[in-house]
């Protein structure tokens, strides 16, 4: 590609990745409650948990629902966030990025980056309460934090496959909800998944929040005695799932949402 092309469409994604952030940064309740949420969530059932099953089960409920929570919380706001692309179409937004000369694709990488940069405080405020409160080490933190930039701009690419179709973002939260509540337990994010029913275990290897989450605790349970009873799949097959997935789900969520434009 020329480089003069390739700096265009790269400037014409981190504008639009920027409006996504800045539309955060302005909106004070959304901000508060996003970065609040996750560690409520972690604060109170991670730590019943923990006091309840975590000494015959033999994990630290509390750092295994820190690390899910963490995956959870980052794929979850970058999928969901893409809804912005319905209430783009409903002002007639996305009409007028259609008509620009760039990539359709830079249009939808640019919503990934942008969600993605949405989701990251969430992310980095987690991390700050798993530092003061279960103290790991450097290295942990440092593979926890290039999990969360992988784990954000997959569930990005998640939210445009999902979402591309709809005509309406009351039907988009509807179905989003049904779509994403159930992989909560399907990837395990508040328990060990090591051993489940036949059903459930089909279920959750098809459910992309599992891969998110078992990344992130691959890296940071790594040559920790709890790592064979905790993470599912080596961290290098998460990742080799996790780019074949974006790559699938950008590809097709591209597409559907090109013709849903073009049929509107």
């Given at each position: 590609m020329n480089p003069s092309?390739?700096?265009?469409?790269?400037?014409?994604?981190?504008?639009?990745?920027?409006?996504?952030?800045?539309?955060?940064?302005?909106?004070?309740?959304?901000?508060i409650t996003t970065l609040l949420f996750p560690l409520l969530f972690i604060g109170v059932l991670g730590g019943s948990l923990q006091t309840n099953l975590g000494h015959s089960a033999g994990v630290n409920f509390l750092t295994l629902t820190f690390t899910g929570v963490l995956a959870q919380t980052l794929f979850q706001s970058a999928s969901q966030g893409l809804i912005s692309l319905i209430n783009d179409r409903?002002?007639?937004?996305?009409?007028?990025?259609?008509?620009?000369?760039?990539?359709?694709?830079?249009?939808?990488?640019?919503?990934?980056?942008?969600?993605?940069?949405?989701?990251?405080?969430?992310?980095?405020?987690?991390?700050?309460?798993?530092?003061?409160?279960?103290r790991p080490d450097a290295v942990q933190?440092?593979?926890?934090?290039?999990?969360?930039?992988?784990?954000?701009?997959?569930g990005g690419a998640f939210g445009v496959l999902v979402?591309?179709?709809?005509?309406?973002?009351?039907?988009?939260?509807?179905?989003?909800?049904?779509?994403?509540?159930?992989?909560?337990?399907l990837a395990g994010v508040f328990y060990p998944i090591k051993t489940m029913p036949p059903g459930l275990n089909l279920l959750s290897i098809v459910s992309p929040m599992r891969y998110a989450v078992d990344l992130a605790r691959g890296l940071y349970y790594a040559g920790r005695p709890e790592y064979a009873r905790i993470v599912l799949e080596p961290p290098l097959v998460d990742l080799a799932v996790l780019i074949t997935l974006?790559?699938?789900?950008?590809?097709?969520?591209?597409?559907?949402?090109?013709?849903?434009?073009?049929?509107?």
């Open positions: 092309v390739l700096l265009q469409e790269g400037n014409a994604a981190a504008a639009i990745a920027q409006r996504d952030l800045m539309k955060l940064l302005r909106d004070r309740p959304r901000l409903e002002n007639d937004f996305s009409q007028e990025m259609f008509v620009a000369p760039i990539s359709r694709y830079t249009i939808v990488v640019g919503k990934i980056l942008g969600e993605s940069l949405v989701a990251l405080p969430q992310g980095l405020t987690i991390l700050v309460f798993g530092a003061i409160f279960l933190l440092l593979m926890l934090m290039v999990a969360s930039v992988l784990v954000s701009l997959f979402l591309a179709n709809f005509a309406s973002q009351q039907t988009a939260n509807q179905v989003f909800s049904f779509v994403m509540i159930p992989q909560y337990f974006f790559t699938l789900f950008l590809v097709v969520g591209t597409a559907l949402f090109v013709r849903g434009e073009r049929f509107r």
